[in-house]
Antibody, heavy 119, light 109 residues
Framework: QLQLQESGPGLVKPSETLSLTCTVSGGSISSSSYYWGWIRQPPGKGLEWIGSIYYSGSTYYNPSLKSRVTISVDTSKNQFSLKLSSVTAADTAVYYCARRPVTTPFDYWGQGTLVTVSS | EIVLTQSPATLSLSPGERATLSCRASQSVSSYLAWYQQKPGQAPRLLIY???NRATGIPARFSGSGSGTDFTLTISSLEPEDFAVYYCQQRSNWPPVFTFGPGTKVDIK
């Protein structure tokens, strides 16, 4: 059974960089059949797609976040990561990692991790 | 940028009733429209993709329809576990950029 698990600091200071890692188990991140993505959800609000990555390293970002986002993949560890720079309180959210088959939407999701931006 | 609008914001129904949720796109998304269900404290769950295809393990009471700019998610007879928030999502053809609608909450009347 495929599982995705987010990890990283739960508290980040304003202006710093938020860093999260998603560890994939029960399947290979190197499969050509999938993209891997990050989605976030501010408390009590809706979902926002942050970006996606292919095992080859090709990335696709939300235009509204593109200047601050970097997503990378480490196939040797079966992990992919998110970095979001210059964070503000508006970046406080539950961050989810998810798998997206090439031809369908996100079908497997991690449980999510709450990241709070506060001094 | 394609904007998705969902209506109503809240739908109050009783178990056994039929639920009809709407999602409208600001421009055509062809059939690249998905529906997700989210319960409190849980990750979203994929219900429908490509407007009308049920995802693996999704009960037949969930159905999707539409194309272009107008889409509908129908729950034929609400079960107690169906009370949740439902989001639609579109994918642009290329590059693959995604946007979500604001959600419709289905609560118990």
């Amino acid at each position: 059974q495929l599982q995705l698990q987010e990890s990283g600091p739960g508290l980040v200071k304003p202006s710093e960089t938020l860093s999260l890692t998603c560890t994939v188990s029960g399947g290979s991140i190197s499969s050509s059949s999938y993209y891997w993505g990050w989605i976030r959800q501010p408390p009590g609000k809706g979902l926002e797609w942050i970006g996606s990555i292919y095992y080859s390293g090709s990335t696709y970002y939300n235009p509204s976040l593109k200047s601050r986002v970097t997503i990378s993949v480490d196939t040797s560890k079966n992990q992919f990561s998110l970095k979001l720079s210059s964070v503000t309180a508006a970046d406080t959210a539950v961050y989810y990692c998810a798998r997206r088959p090439v031809t369908t939407p996100f079908d497997y999701w991690g449980q999510g991790t709450l990241v709070t931006v506060s001094s | 940028e394609i904007v998705l609008t969902q209506s109503p914001a809240t739908l109050s129904l009783s178990p056994g009733e039929r639920a009809t949720l709407s999602c409208r796109a600001s421009q055509s998304v062809s059939s690249y429209l998905a529906w997700y269900q989210q319960k409190p404290g849980q990750a979203p769950r994929l219900l429908i993709y490509d407007a009308s295809n049920r995802a693996t393990g999704i009960p037949a009471r969930f159905s999707g329809s539409g194309s272009g700019t107008d889409f509908t998610l129908t729950i034929s007879s609400l079960e107690p576990e169906d009370f949740a928030v439902y989001y639609c999502q579109q994918r642009s053809n290329w590059p693959p950029v995604f946007t979500f609608g604001p959600g419709t909450k289905v609560d118990i009347k």
